[in-house]
């Protein structure tokens, strides 16, 4: 059950609210949607853009609220406005024409974000509503992806033929009708699922949210297989186990299961007429001999050291692809390093431990049992650190902020007052 929030009383958090604002809602709504459905293209700063105003308006209108939402010291508030002016000194030394432009994608603008979601004001059941609108999103932009997929390929007729196109994806038209490249792709899909699969256990039963949550969770599912990310593959395995130990629905898991079970049956036997299961088994646990990317990683994460040695206030937001052979350093922390300087990684660090401790505590109630609409953003959140330390995660991305959006988003409303009990 949600917990109800005429319940909400808290002198540590703020006064209750007896109803949401429609307002806040909305803006939050519309900003959530842009971030699974805006790529950057045609206008480059349409998600920048969208989700400042959101913030900005949210942020004007609440700021009467902010004393008593914040009667203890924001740490992660004060650490990302730190991280702000790492990075504004970062861009202004790389003297690179777009270095402001991303520092206000990167950075400005999920300050504001981070801070709207904090302090506005809503009930349980808007958590959902946002969510909801997240899913549209998502489904609008993964059901073009997958309609130009099946143009250029056609229908497949093996899995793991899919899987292993990750390079002849690469190149094609299903990269500009998603989000740059696979990894990117992929890293979404990851940080997104967790969200709408325990929205499922906590939320409501509306008919509205029931059926955007599932259309999108069948949609990024093909589109993860697509991507052919084992990243994507594990995040979603840890997803499916807090849904399990969550879950008081037993037949509702069962029921997955068989479906899964059922599925697999009927593809296993077209599997093996071209890869074995065997290579997608060594594929998955990096013993192919063929494989490089665990390589190129490594050598991707060791160039971004070398950058942050030789450029210790950064090269600028958004710009060490340029120094780097593969792209980025396949690493957060590296990665922000060499973007904006050798400061920056202890203000992460210290950004990821409040956080990771903050959804933990959400998380050992929720297996309790004892289930309240922040905790879905609380797994997230959890999701995102982890893949971004071991796989990374871009702040910026040329020309879309979907990721360190989703970030800010997470972080705000799993310790929004009104949505934290």
């Known amino acids: ?212 949550v599932a259309v999108a969770l069948a949609l990024l599912t093909a589109n993860a297989w697509i991507t052919g990310s084992r990243g994507v593959i594990f995040a979603s395995v840890f997803s499916l186990v807090l849904v399990t130990i969550g879950c008081k629905v037993r037949g509702f898991l069962a029921l997955t299961a068989v479906a899964t079970l059922a599925m697999f049956a009927h593809w296993a036997p077209k599997m093996a007429d071209t890869e074995s299961l065997e290579t997608l088994i060594e594929y998955a646990t990096f013993a192919l001999d063929s494989d490089q990317s665990a390589v190129e990683r490594a050598r991707s994460v060791q160039i971004g050291l070398e950058t942050i040695k030789t450029f210790p206030l950064g090269v600028g937001p958004n710009r060490s692809a340029e120094f780097n052979e593969f792209s980025v350093p396949h690493q957060f922390l590296v990665n922000q390093g060499s973007d904006i300087g050798l400061l920056s990684i202890p203000i992460w660090a210290l950004i990821f431990v409040h956080l990771v401790l903050s959804s933990v505590r959400h998380l050992k109630r929720y297996t309790r049992f004892e289930h309240y609409p922040a905790q879905m953003f609380a797994a997230g959140l959890l999701i995102w650190i982890i893949y971004a330390l071991t796989l990374n995660i871009a702040t910026t991305s040329g020309t879309c902020i979907s990721w360190i959006g989703l970030f800010a988003v997470y972080a705000g409303l799993s310790r929004n007052p009104w949505l934290a009990r």
């Open 1 to 212: 059950m949600i917990t109800d929030v005429s319940r909400l009383t808290s002198a540590a958090e703020g006064p209750a609210v007896p109803t949401s604002s429609h307002s806040d809602l909305s803006l939050l709504a519309v900003a959530a949607f842009s971030l699974g459905f805006m790529n950057g293209r045609p206008f480059w700063l349409a998600n920048g853009v969208v989700c400042a105003v959101a913030s900005f308006l949210i942020l004007v209108r609440r700021t009467s609220q902010w004393r008593c939402v914040w009667t203890k010291a924001d740490a992660i508030f004060v650490l990302l406005a730190g991280l702000l002016l790492v990075a504004f000194v970062s861009a202004v030394a790389s003297t690179s024409p777009l270095g402001i432009v991303d520092w206000f994608q990167g950075y400005l603008v999920p300050l504001f974000l981070y801070a709207a979601c904090r302090v506005a004001r809503l009930a349980p059941p808007d958590a959902l509503r946002i969510v909801s609108w997240l899913a549209v999103g998502l489904v609008l932009r993964f059901l073009y992806a997958s309609s130009i997929f099946l143009i250029e390929f056609g229908v497949p007729d093996n899995l793991l033929a899919v899987f292993f196109r990750r390079d002849l994806t690469q190149d094609s038209l299903y990269v500009d009708a998603t989000f740059g490249n696979t990894s990117n792709t992929a890293s979404l899909i990851a940080i997104t699922v967790p969200v709408l699969l325990l929205s499922l256990v906590v939320g409501g039963r509306s008919f509205f949210h029931i059926s955007s």
